[in-house]
């Protein structure tokens, strides 16, 4: 197994990187990735290449037996580029020119840039794309990320006007889709199409959603630019891969996986300002979303946390225990490699209190010694871990159009998508029922359980899977808000939730949208849910039963006693509709009901105590971890013995873990 640092050889003395280099290999790690920022001295000026630096580096590391990945570095536009070439830079939403200073300060859809990138691209692969010791690629650094997935200037509009043609053929029916004849905003012409810059409004939601279609594709194009360049100089056996981030940007990052041989995660549980981590859940949800990216397909976390992060801010500081907790958090879920972010924090520009692996003085200390063990842990396991199984009964719905589509009309200013999101992907992370994260693509029938949280944009061929996978004998779980737009995002003629009302078995005839203060109540009629009160905010469905069963009920307002979750048998199948978004402390139990019936396998720990389990039946690894920062955790374990393979000591029964405590368990025949 690979476990590397993040290394940027440009910003220390040459004299410097023997000792570095010497505490890497003391440490145990085996790859780093270095090169992403680093055009300016690859390319000092126009046409003019300079890889001696870098030769230097690698030659060094490959004289250590330390692998090296190579990003190449179009995130950092030079300096003399952007003087020479302004028409590379992004505009914004009310049309400024972002300036050079910082980062990702280029649009894809600038020719000019796209010219540029492939010669950097181009040359890189013939300078290493046959070196031993480098043994892949990065393309670029976080597309999209710090708001640069959209552009809206001259050159993008006109490229959004052609991507408009391939898509609609003709303005009849663009104009038609659209909707268009509302407000007056007919098109004669292509040209006459904007991109959504800064309006008195709001801009045609279909528009909106095209243009995020249109984004999304732009960096596909670009992204499979690079990749072209380089598979025409590099060996087969050098990987091309993207660290992506999940942050509801106008990304397709399933698509963009097609032209990946893996995909690659920079996973910060905290950042800047933060005052503690998010929840462990959420970093479960990231975790899953990458291997869902790939339907299943391992990946690679290139950036891991090992200090406290932020530029202008700092955020939380790791505790003793973080490191090897999220690194192992990380391989349970499908990670096949952990880089360290960084190597050392840097003495200058906008990272300066970026901490890594070690400080700014340089010495190893409490966390050179955490990852040392974590190091050495994984030595025990070798690649029998990371090559077992995953297998998921339950399979999550996300699509980031519906995401895109949220962020368009979020309807009430207490919705945000992933909270939503997690809302219903937390009770079955909480049971520990194994989980994936699908999309569209991805076909049912090995699910025991189906999560569709706020569907909001649907898909006709989903939907249909839906429909054929509950009457089969499927459960589906659906929630407020499902049903309402097709594909255009245009609202549904039918009576909600949409072509899903038959399965759910259920019509919504009215519904309320709760703003900040306002709260309703639920309470439990029937079932595992029976006699529980809960708060209700965001949304509130009046759900009226058709074939379905009350579960629950709202109270205290005019629509007191309307259902608020039905469960509907159709077919072989079972439909459960949540038509608000009620708390964990209703949720919970429903799952449990709900997962139990499904024949779910689940295990019962304590709050903040996540297991999961890779691997066959009678050889698998379980691990444990206690996310909680201040108090040990005891819980039953599954049947039989789990031995730790790193002290040898065999366990069964009731299991404790302290604070902030992981351990991978293998169990014994």
Not at 88 to 97: A, C, H, S, W, Y
Not at 245 to 270: C, R, W
Request: hydrophobic share 35%; net charge negative.
């Amino acid at each position: 197994m690979y476990i590397g640092v993040d290394y940027y050889p440009e910003q220390w003395p040459k004299t410097r990187w023997s000792e570095d280099v010497r505490m890497m290999k003391e440490l145990g790690i085996n790859v780093v990735r270095i090169a992403e920022f680093g055009w300016s001295l690859m390319e000092p000026e126009e046409g003019t290449y300079d890889f001696s630096l870098y030769d230097e580096a690698i030659e060094l590391f490959a004289k250590n037996g330390i692998d090296v990945v190579l990003g190449t570095p179009t995130a950092t536009p030079p300096a003399w580029m952007v003087r020479r070439y302004p028409d590379i830079l992004p505009v914004d939403e009310n049309g400024i020119t972002i300036s050079f200073g910082a980062r990702r300060h280029y649009t894809v859809n600038s020719t000019t840039y796209q010219e540029f990138s492939k010669k950097i691209v181009n040359e890189m692969a013939k300078r290493y794309g046959q070196h031993p010791a480098v043994i892949g690629w990065q393309t670029d650094n976080e597309y999209g990320h710090e708001k640069s997935d959209r552009s809206y200037g001259d050159e993008d509009r006109a490229r959004f006007q052609d991507w408009l043609k391939e898509q609609y053929g003709t303005l009849e029916k663009l104009n038609e889709t659209w909707g268009t004849v509302f407000w007056s905003q007919t098109y004669t012409e292509w040209e006459q199409i904007p991109v959504p810059r800064k309006v008195y409004q709001e801009h045609n939601p279909s528009l909106l959603l095209d243009f995020d279609r249109f984004c999304a594709e732009a960096y596909n194009r670009y992204n499979r630019l690079q990749v072209d360049e380089l598979k025409k100089h590099i060996d087969e056996r050098q990987f091309i891969t993207h660290n992506f981030v999940y942050t509801g940007l106008a990304l397709n990052q399933k698509e963009m996986a097609k032209d990946l041989d893996f995909i690659s995660f920079d996973n910060y549980p905290v950042w800047g300002g933060l005052p503690e981590p998010i929840t462990p859940g959420n970093i479960a949800r990231q975790h899953d979303l990458c291997r869902g990216t790939k339907s299943g397909k391992g990946y690679w976390v290139m950036e891991e946390l090992s200090g406290a992060q932020g530029w202008s801010r700092i955020g939380y500081l790791p505790r003793p225990g973080h490191l090897q907790l999220w690194t192992y958090q990380a391989i349970s879920r499908g990670a096949e490699a952990i880089v360290y972010f960084r190597w050392r924090a840097a003495r200058f520009g906008t990272e300066e209190f970026c901490h890594g692996i070690l400080d700014h003085d340089g010495k190893p200390k409490r966390k050179f010694d955490e990852v040392k063990k974590v190091i050495e842990n994984m030595k025990v396991f070798g690649d029998d871990w990371i090559a077992a199984d995953y297998k998921a009964d339950v399979a999550v719905y996300h699509d980031p159009e519906n995401d895109w589509a949220w962020q368009i009309q979020p309807q009430s200013e207490m919705f945000n998508y992933v909270n939503e999101f997690l809302r219903f992907y937390e009770p079955a992370y909480a049971v520990n029922a194994i989980t994936d994260i699908i999309s569209e693509v991805e076909e049912l029938n090995s699910y025991k359980v189906v999560v569709v949280p706020v569907y909001f944009l649907t898909k006709p061929g989903f939907t249909d899977k839906l429909k054929a996978y509950a009457n089969a004998g499927g459960t589906v779980i659906l929630t407020y808000r499902s049903g309402v737009k097709d594909e255009h995002n245009v609202v549904t003629d039918q009576t909600l939730p949409g072509d899903l009302a038959e399965i759910a078995g259920i019509e919504v005839n009215e519904y309320e949208s709760l703003q900040s203060g306002q709260v309703n109540q639920v309470e439990g009629v029937q079932g595992a849910i029976e006699g529980i009160m809960s708060d209700a905010t965001v949304w509130c469905d009046l759900v009226d039963p058709v074939t379905a069963e009350v579960l629950a009920e709202y109270r205290n307002t005019f629509y007191s006693g309307q259902a608020a979750i039905t469960r509907n048998r159709t077919g072989k199948g079972t439909v459960y509709y949540v038509g608000s978004a009620v708390e964990p402390a209703m949720l919970r139990p429903l799952y449990k009901e709900v997962l139990a019936d499904a024949g779910v396998a689940t295990v019962e720990t304590p709050e903040n105590v996540e297991v999961l389990f890779r691997g066959e039946s009678g050889s698998e690894f379980m691990s444990v971890l206690n996310h909680d920062t201040d108090a040990a955790h005891s819980f039953e374990l599954p049947e039989g013995k789990w031995q730790d393979p790193v002290t040898g000591e065999v366990y069964e029964g009731t299991f404790e873990i302290g604070s902030l405590g992981s351990i991978v368990l293998k169990k014994q025949q």
